[in-house]
């Protein structure tokens, strides 16, 4: 290699599943359903062992831990290819700035190769969606003897190059991918998603694709020329980046403005919480770490105006929204449809109330000062008859967009709080189709969906981790990718106490079901001699306990099952969010969280927790 040519890599390589794509979780998705297929199950820790396999090696995994006896490996390479590639025909999920990159080096001339374990039909439809000649070769698992670790894999892509490993960049996010390139000489960058890359040898760590410094890892790894290779590269990747329009930070003392992956926080701010929330000393600096704080005691009458709930104590509610108004956060009410079923789609469906409305709305947000308006109204799905909604839902879209029009022109924002939509080949249900997701995302500036209150009539889970997933793929595949960024996760940090059993007759006044918070469950913990027990699979903590009820006449044991989302379930789905490219999630409430969960909720959204550490999304 040339002078030169050394100041840079001869070729990137890239492994595909997990670093330029983020098909992971429709890998782990198809291996579950197919263990379910034959009675099974397929836990995180068994999916998460299988990433960056070769499909042999991974069908071989299957037989042994999902009890798949009566399929021969070719079969089990076959079903989940087709299952995967049905999912990525739908909707292919890139990684966060690898196509940026990727374009970049091409139109500076540095070769790139794709280097894959994944077979040739799956990857020929993500090539398809790519320019022409983004990759000059590639290798995939059933083109090579040996895959992943072995490094064959990356001296067979370097050979078809015409160059030497040793001269390459490669770019893995698994470690058997990882150790596949180390072993083959190539430079090599670890992208953690899935897989927790922490202390795997031979790799530089980076949290992403869009702030990657190569010029520095390249650097790094050749010698004494350091300082000029690094910023000879940094010079020709940054001005490829700016060909492709580009603008993060490569190299040099700069940090990019926004880190990559970071997302916004918005909190609801419910009256019934408030004196707790008051007495918070932190309150104030909690609020400046917020985009959007929405007071949650505004609702709508018969006419459209809009009312406080009259249980909202006055002095306490002016104080939450003075601290906004004096912080950095936007203050953006919610309002509530609390009318009777079938009332507010009368409103929207007549355009002379719909336009008074529209006002009366405008003119609120007016009157105090609001930065913009939450819309949440959610009778059209949990009270109102779903043959309804054919009707309903244009009367619907129709109102967002007269209400966002107006508010724009007042220099207002429009924010809608609503049920989601799920993926039907999940599912088997559309979900609340009613709201249009798709149709409104041009006209608001932002789309919550609540992903909580999975289980409310019986013991269950509140939100779980795979439902989640589900509530987000449903929304990037109803509301157009341009409008992806306006998407934002509602998470819970709350829980529900249940009672899943009684022995003997228990008094009138017996407790049924009653909430939980992450502010309130430790004191229950420490009443009721809990011992709360993680699920990892959930995102959700579990424990079980007794309680004694007698008066007069009667007496019973209730058998109870606490579940609630803590610091750790929270993690977990602000990391889904991020993974999906969502430009925020919203916390269900304020009031709710306790330090631990902030703690963590703030640093998992600026990345300062990496995203190896959650459960896969």
């Known amino acids: 290699m040339s002078d030169d040519r050394r100041l840079r890599p001869a070729a990137v390589l890239w492994d595909m599943d997990g670093t330029l794509v983020d098909t992971e979780p429709y890998w782990i998705a198809a291996e579950r359903r197919l263990v379910a297929e034959y009675g099974g199950d397929w836990p995180d820790h068994h999916a998460h062992a299988m990433v960056g396999f070769d499909l042999r090696d991974s069908a071989a995994y299957m037989i042994e831990h999902g009890g798949i006896d009566d399929l021969a490996p070719e079969q089990i390479i076959e079903r989940l290819l087709d299952d995967v590639i049905k999912s990525v025909r739908q909707r292919i999920p890139w990684r966060p700035g690898a196509r940026e990159l990727l374009a970049a080096l091409v139109a500076d001339g540095v070769p790139c190769g794709l280097v894959t374990m994944s077979w040739r039909r799956f990857v020929d439809p993500v090539l398809e969606a790519l320019p022409p000649g983004s990759f000059s070769v590639v290798v995939c698992g059933d083109d090579v003897e040996r895959g992943k670790p072995d490094p064959e894999p990356y001296t067979t892509a370097a050979e078809l190059l015409g160059v030497a490993p040793a001269d390459c960049m490669a770019l893995e996010d698994s470690p058997t991918g990882v150790a596949s390139a180390v072993a083959a000489g190539c430079v090599t960058v670890g992208v953690p998603n899935v897989a927790d890359l922490r202390g795997v040898p031979g790799a530089t760590l980076v949290p992403s694709l869009v702030d990657v410094d190569l010029a520095t890892i390249w650097a790094s790894s050749h010698g004494p020329e350091r300082t000029r290779r690094r910023l000879t590269l940094a010079a020709v990747i940054a001005a490829a980046l700016a060909l492709?329009?580009?603008?993060?930070?490569?190299?040099?003392?700069?940090?990019?403005?926004?880190?990559?992956?970071?997302?916004?926080?918005?909190?609801?701010?419910?009256?019934?919480?408030?004196?707790?929330?008051?007495?918070?000393?932190?309150?104030?600096?909690?609020?400046?770490?917020?985009?959007?704080?929405?007071?949650?005691?505004?609702?709508?009458?018969?006419?459209?105006?809009?009312?406080?709930?009259?249980?909202?104590?006055?002095?306490?509610?002016?104080?939450?929204?003075?601290?906004?108004?004096?912080?950095?956060?936007?203050?953006?009410?919610?309002?509530?449809?609390?009318?009777?079923?079938?009332?507010?789609?009368?409103?929207?469906?007549?355009?002379?109330?719909?336009?008074?409305?529209?006002?009366?709305?405008?003119?609120?947000?007016?009157?105090?000062?609001?930065?913009?308006?939450?819309?949440?109204?959610?009778?059209?799905?949990?009270?109102?008859?779903?043959?309804?909604?054919?009707?309903?839902?244009?009367?619907?879209?129709?109102?967002?967009?007269?209400?966002?029009?107006?508010?724009?022109?007042?220099?207002?924002?429009?924010?809608?709080?609503?049920?989601?939509?799920?993926?039907?080949?999940?599912t088997g249900e559309i979900g609340y189709w009613v709201y249009d997701h798709g149709a409104i995302a041009e006209h608001v500036d932002a789309i919550r969906l609540m992903a909580y209150d999975f289980s409310t009539s019986s013991a269950g889970p509140v939100a779980p981790l795979d439902w989640t997933r589900d509530v987000v793929e449903g929304a990037l595949k109803a509301v157009p990718v341009e409008h992806h960024s306006k998407l934002v996760l509602g998470i819970p940090a709350y829980g529900y106490n249940w009672v899943v059993g009684i022995d003997g007759t228990c008094p009138a006044d017996a407790p049924g079901r009653t909430g939980v918070t992450s502010a309130s469950i430790d004191d229950l913990i420490a009443r009721r001699g809990g011992t709360p027990a993680y699920d990892a699979l959930s995102g959700e903590w579990t424990f079980t306990y007794e309680l004694e009820l007698s008066d007069a006449v009667t007496s019973c044991v209730q058998r109870r099952e606490v579940r609630w989302i803590d610091a750790e379930g929270v993690r977990d789905r602000v990391h889904i969010a991020r993974r999906a490219g969502f430009g925020g999630v919203s916390l269900w409430a304020l009031g709710y969280d306790d330090p631990e969960v902030w703690a963590t909720l703030t640093a998992s959204l600026s990345g300062e927790i990496p995203v190896e550490t959650t459960v896969a999304s």
């Not at 108004?325 to 203050?331: D, K, V």
């Open 244 to 426: 492709v329009g580009v603008t993060f930070t490569l190299g040099g003392d700069n940090e990019p403005i926004a880190p990559p992956g970071e997302i916004a926080l918005d909190v609801w701010a419910p009256y019934w919480t408030l004196d707790d929330t008051l007495a918070d000393p932190s309150l104030a600096d909690r609020i400046g770490a917020l985009r959007e704080v929405s007071p949650f005691w505004f609702s709508v009458d018969g006419t459209g105006t809009v009312i406080v709930d009259s249980n909202t104590p006055a002095s306490e509610a002016e104080r939450l929204i003075s601290l906004v108004e004096a912080s950095p956060a936007r203050l953006v009410p919610s309002i509530i449809d609390h009318l009777p079923s079938g009332a507010m789609a009368a409103l929207l469906a007549d355009e002379a109330r719909r336009s008074r409305h529209v006002d009366r709305i405008v003119s609120f947000a007016r009157e105090i000062n609001a930065d913009g308006i939450d819309i949440d109204y959610e009778q059209f799905a949990f009270a109102d008859n779903p043959t309804t909604w054919p009707t309903t839902s244009p009367a619907w879209v129709t109102f967002i967009a007269e209400l966002a029009e107006a508010l724009h022109a007042d220099g207002r924002t429009l924010t809608v709080s609503v049920p989601p939509i799920y993926d039907v080949t999940t």
